[in-house]
């Protein structure tokens, strides 16, 4: 069974820092896209950042210059360092990852979730 374990949420000061960490375990054939997500309380959940298994990446303009996305395709884990932090950032982050477990599947799954508390 895939799963996506997250870690690295907490309390932080505004204009301080965050390191997420994502790793995958299961039978995975290929792992592709790597993304994180996040869900502010009253509100949907947004894509934070995505990188291909090439290492290309995407990042929502409210993180952009702030936010670092990475992947280390031999540990299938995936590194969001999150710097300048502000109120806004405020929310419940998920990892989500697009995996095959044979040359004909393709699939998706999402952790669990970590919370991440900027105070102002």
Same mark, same amino acid.
């Given at each position: 069974?895939?799963?996506?374990?997250?870690?690295?949420?907490?309390?932080?000061?505004?204009?301080?820092?965050?390191?997420?960490? !994502?790793?995958?375990?299961?039978?995975?054939?290929?792992?592709?896209?790597?993304?994180?997500?996040?869900?502010?309380?009253? *509100?949907?959940?947004?894509?934070?950042?995505?990188?291909?298994?090439?290492?290309?990446?995407?990042?929502?303009?409210?993180?952009?210059?702030?936010?670092?996305?990475?992947?280390?395709?031999? *540990?299938?884990?995936?590194?969001?360092?999150?710097?300048?932090?502000?109120?806004?950032?405020?929310?419940?982050?998920? !990892?989500?990852?697009?995996?095959?477990?044979?040359?004909?599947?393709?699939?998706?799954?999402?952790?669990?979730?970590?919370?991440?508390?900027?105070?102002?």
């Amino acid at each position: 069974q895939v799963q996506l374990v997250e870690s690295g949420g907490g309390l932080v000061q505004a204009g301080g820092f965050l390191r997420l960490s !994502c790793a995958a375990s299961g039978t995975i054939f290929i792992l592709h896209d790597m993304g994180w997500y996040r869900q502010a309380p009253g *509100k949907q959940r947004e894509l934070v950042a995505t990188i291909t298994s090439g290492g290309t990446t995407n990042y929502a303009d409210s993180v952009k210059g702030r936010f670092t996305i990475s992947r280390d395709n031999a *540990k299938k884990a995936s590194i969001l360092q999150m710097n300048s932090l502000k109120p806004e950032d405020t929310a419940v982050y998920y !990892c989500h990852a697009r995996y095959s477990t044979t040359r004909t599947t393709y699939l998706e799954i999402w952790g669990q979730g970590t919370l991440v508390t900027v105070s102002s």
